[in-house]
């Protein structure tokens, strides 16, 4: 078949963004700089109250949001226009604007639907690039590239991937050398960096501005952008965006949306003002690249070359880039201070202490530090807690020695009614606060509360309760080991490629330990 296309289509690559089984995904997403919790309940009941409405069959009008929009942004209405994502803006701006041979400069790297709207268009591109050690704007270089043959300049500020912040004054310099040129300042992160060149627009109505409400607003399924400018150029790109490409589902969101919007400040709020310096901080102590960046997200360099998929296999999801002067490094969307604390958590134990081996002492809880009846083998009452011969001084010895403490016990139907979960509780927690009291505190307690028939996976000799601790902890096989009073405690050693150490049924602690070379 002959390809019709035409010559440049052909020659360019489709912007495809690694979206596959995201929205299955259940761990943290931290790599499309979306919104991290959902847009509020007032969205949610617009959208719903629309459907109710039983209007789906009328043509969309959108006179009521480009006012909200206006009063938003502090210019006349006939200043908006509300588009298909800001995508589509982007678009529109390269359509209304340029033609075929015109140039056009996109400091790079930048969003990749700059350069793909530039190559449908057929443009000649400039690409000044952004300083390779920090990554700030490059001002002079775009200053040299004006002349009378540039017709458009884009700025994205504060720029995707690299988070870069363009000075305002800046902006305005680029305005006066290129006063015949249109000006695109591409703001999707305005929410969050606080900066804006809108109020320019009056001085040098040659400035376009774009923003998106994919980004603090949490609406990026809907799809809704919007354009400011001058009257003329708004009268222009209408002539090009098509009357009904903003369907009302949409529209109805974006003006709950927008009378909520102290719920959006409080959220972008949290997150520049909370999380992001949380990850700041925790990056700069451990000595871990970062780039100054006013949006909600922050480019960086991994300490080890596999790092996205650690994350990934860790729940949480992380963007590669592959870009002139940022090659290698990860782009991390920054979420609620909470989800954060996961991020610090997961890359602390799975990426910096990765290759640090510990000592760890599992050990197991009934009849090996506190009495087991032989009858019921529960211990369902304070009355019945007794710590048996050695524990405390063996425990002790153990922490001393730089091991740390992991019980790992089976309590056969724990949560049911033959054996309430308060019942466990009580004397759990009495036995925790007299170890806590000597100074012993276990870093980890794995309870399988299944009966045996059950066949759960979790069941002592069987891993399943370990599998994610040893995932995010590097084992030292050769002097980890687990002590135990019962054969299952003997394959779960095995299991764990770990030195079993035999206890005596309610015996002697440390005795145990010494006898299987543990202590001296």
Request: with cysteine; proline share 6%; hydrophobic share 40%.
């Amino acid at each position: 078949m002959k390809n019709l296309a035409l010559p440049r289509i052909q020659e360019m690559n489709p912007y495809n963004p690694p979206l596959a089984g995201r929205r299955e995904f259940s761990g943290i997403l931290l790599d499309f700089n979306e919104r991290t919790l959902p847009p509020s309940i007032n969205v949610q009941k617009a959208i719903q109250n629309f459907l109710r409405s039983n209007k789906l069959q009328l043509y969309p009008e959108y006179g009521n949001l480009e006012k909200k929009i206006s009063q938003f942004v502090g210019v006349r209405a006939s200043q908006v226009m509300i588009t298909n994502g800001s995508d589509q803006a982007i678009d529109l701006i390269f359509r209304t604007f340029t033609d075929v041979g015109d140039t056009v400069i996109i400091p790079t790297p930048s969003f990749p639907m700059f350069s793909q709207s530039a190559q449908i268009m057929g443009n000649k591109i400039l690409r000044p690039l952004f300083k390779k050690e920090d990554l700030s704007f490059p001002l002079k270089e775009v200053l040299e590239m004006i002349n009378d043959s540039v017709k458009l300049i884009v700025l994205c500020n504060p720029n995707n991937p690299t988070g870069t912040p363009i000075p305002i004054d800046s902006i305005e310099e680029i305005a006066k050398k290129a006063p015949n040129t249109i000006l695109f300042v591409d703001e999707a992160y305005f929410d969050y960096s606080k900066v804006t060149t809108i109020p320019l627009i009056k001085k040098y109505p040659n400035i376009i501005v774009t923003r998106t409400l994919s980004k603090a607003f949490g609406l990026p399924s809907l799809r809704v952008g919007y354009i400011v400018a001058s009257d003329v150029y708004i009268s222009e790109l209408l002539k090009v965006r098509g009357p009904y490409d903003v369907n009302m589902i949409a529209y109805s969101a974006s003006l709950a949306a927008f009378d909520d919007i102290k719920a959006i400040k409080k959220y972008s709020n949290e997150i520049m003002s909370q999380s992001k310096p949380m990850v700041e901080e925790f990056f700069s102590k451990n000595d871990i690249i970062f780039y100054q960046s006013t949006a909600n997200f922050l480019l960086y360099r991994p300490k080890v070359e596999e790092e996205a998929e650690i994350l990934r296999k860790n729940g949480i999801l992380v963007r590669p880039q592959d870009k002139t002067n940022i090659e290698g490094t990860l782009r991390l969307t920054i979420g609620t201070t909470e989800q954060m604390k996961r991020f610090i958590k997961v890359y602390q134990n799975a990426i910096l202490n990765k290759n640090e081996k510990k000592k760890f002492a599992f050990i197991d809880r009934d009849g090996t530090l506190i009495f087991e009846p032989q009858d019921t083998f529960q211990i369902d009452s304070i009355e019945k807690l007794k710590i048996l011969d050695g524990v405390t001084k063996g425990l002790k010895v153990l922490i001393k020695q730089g091991y740390e403490l992991i019980m790992v016990t089976n309590q056969d139907g724990l949560g049911t009614s033959s054996f309430p979960q308060t019942d466990f509780e009580a004397p759990q927690n009495k036995m925790l606060s007299i170890f806590e009291e000597n100074g012993i505190k276990f870093k980890k307690i794995f309870i399988c509360p299944h009966m045996q028939s059950k066949k759960c996976g979790c069941r002592k000799p069987k891993i399943g309760l370990v599998k994610k601790f040893l995932r995010n902890n590097q084992l030292d096989k050769d002097n980890s080991f687990i002590c135990g009073d019962r054969e299952t405690d003997k394959m779960f050693a095995k299991n764990l490629s770990v030195k079993f150490v035999p206890m005596q049924t309610n015996g002697d602690f440390y005795k145990a330990l010494k006898e299987g070379g543990i202590t001296k």
